[in-house]
């Protein structure tokens, strides 16, 4: 991953196909809004705020947010900034709104050029409502000729099977009606992963990732 998108967050260490989203804006040439769901503290948002674009970061967890301790391993807590300080202290506040509220229970009134979520409908307080729910209504604010970039974890473990946001190959298409042109598509093999935060031991992931065109 080149420099300008690498960034401090807890989830440093952990896979991303984010430059892949991150050349195709570049590729653009224009000014875009971009709103990222789930948006942690801020290994996204902050690249794209460094680089120009107007961000709205969403996230529901007030320590991703404002700082605090959080666990990421066994016995293992470390304290973190948050993405406000973060991006006061990068100077980025300026161009990024940040919304501290579950994105299912948002009323949304603002439209953006692109969206990109990542590893976040898979997220249990998400389970309670149906997926097509979550994924809709990101579509719902993406501007006519829009992106929708995601990516997400894929059934790799057994209990995995039973729940439908851990969506399998060739299935997100289900998810997209005809007003969507899927540009981009793949899917990682089973990896393991390190303890990071929500699981406190090694384990494996699989992931997938799109990139759509709202036409
Ligand atoms: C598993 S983490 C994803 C981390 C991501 N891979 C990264 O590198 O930043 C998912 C993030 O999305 C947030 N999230 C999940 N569901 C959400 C929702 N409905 N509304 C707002 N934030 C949500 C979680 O709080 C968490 O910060």
Redesign the pocket.
């Known amino acids: 991953m080149c420099d300008r998108i690498t960034t401090n ?1 807890v ?1 440093a260490e ?1 896979k ?1 196909f984010f430059p892949l989203f991150f050349d195709y804006l570049e590729k653009q040439n224009k000014q875009i809004s971009v709103c990222v ?5 801020g ?2 948002v902050v690249p794209l705020a460094k680089e120009g674009y107007t961000v709205v970061a ?4 007030p320590t ?1 947010l404002n700082g605090g301790i959080i666990s990421v391993g066994k016995n293992k807590k470390i304290e973190i900034l948050g993405l406000k300080k973060r991006l006061e202290l990068e100077n980025e506040f300026k161009n990024v709104k940040v919304i501290s ?4 229970d948002m009323k949304v009134n603002f439209k953006v050029d692109a969206v990109f ?5 898979d ?1 249990s ?2 389970h309670n409502r149906p997926v097509k729910e ?1 994924i809709g209504k990101m579509q719902a604010i993406i501007k006519p000729k829009g992106i929708f970039c995601a ?1 997400y974890m894929m059934p790799c473990e057994d209990k995995h099977k039973k729940i439908e946001h851990f969506i399998d190959e060739k299935q997100i298409n289900k998810y997209f009606d005809k007003k969507w042109k899927i540009i981009d598509e793949f899917y990682t093999p089973v990896f393991n992963d390190l303890p990071h ?2 699981k406190e031991i090694e384990h494996i992931h699989r992931m997938g990732f799109f990139l759509a065109k709202n036409k």
Request: charged share 20%; proline share 0%; hydrophobic share 35%.
């Open positions: 967050s989830w952990t991303t769901i789930g948006a942690s503290d290994r996204f969403i996230e529901s967890d991703l509220k579950n994105f299912l979520t990542s590893s976040t409908w997220c307080i998400n979550y990516e935060i929500g």
